[in-house]
């Protein structure tokens, strides 16, 4: 079977939560599963306010921290664009998901 590649997108506070738990229930039924969890807008502030166990598969949008002047401190791993890595991920073929 081909191994599932995810993208979670979460442009809010509450997506990000909701693609956190998707990302836990994904990697449950599918522990071979790569998964990104992708937060813009909103969702960089509660990613940075809130950590959890899935942040080795977030990507914070830089250009949303930017935006709204914070300051990605925690070290988590960022994109340049959230709008450049969805494109780029769903033409490699992975399934896209809003949370």
Same mark, same amino acid.
Do not use: F
């Given at each position: ?14 997506? !990000? ?5 998707? +990302?836990?229930? !994904?990697?449950? +039924? ?5 998964? !990104? ?5 909103? @969702?960089?502030?509660?990613?940075? @306010? ?31 664009? @959230? ?17």
């Amino acid at each position: 079977m081909t191994t599932l590649r995810v993208l979670l997108h979460a442009p809010t506070a509450e997506a !990000l939560a909701r693609a956190r738990r998707n +990302a836990r229930h !994904l990697g449950k +039924a599918h522990p071979d599963a790569e998964m !990104l969890i992708l937060a813009n807008a909103e @969702a960089v502030a509660a990613a940075l @306010a809130i950590p959890d166990e899935t942040d080795p598969l977030l990507r914070l949008c830089r250009n949303s921290l930017a935006a709204q002047g914070l300051d990605n401190s925690s070290g988590l791993a960022e994109v340049e664009a @959230a709008v450049v890595t969805l494109a780029e991920r769903q033409a490699e073929g992975w399934a896209y998901i809003r949370a």
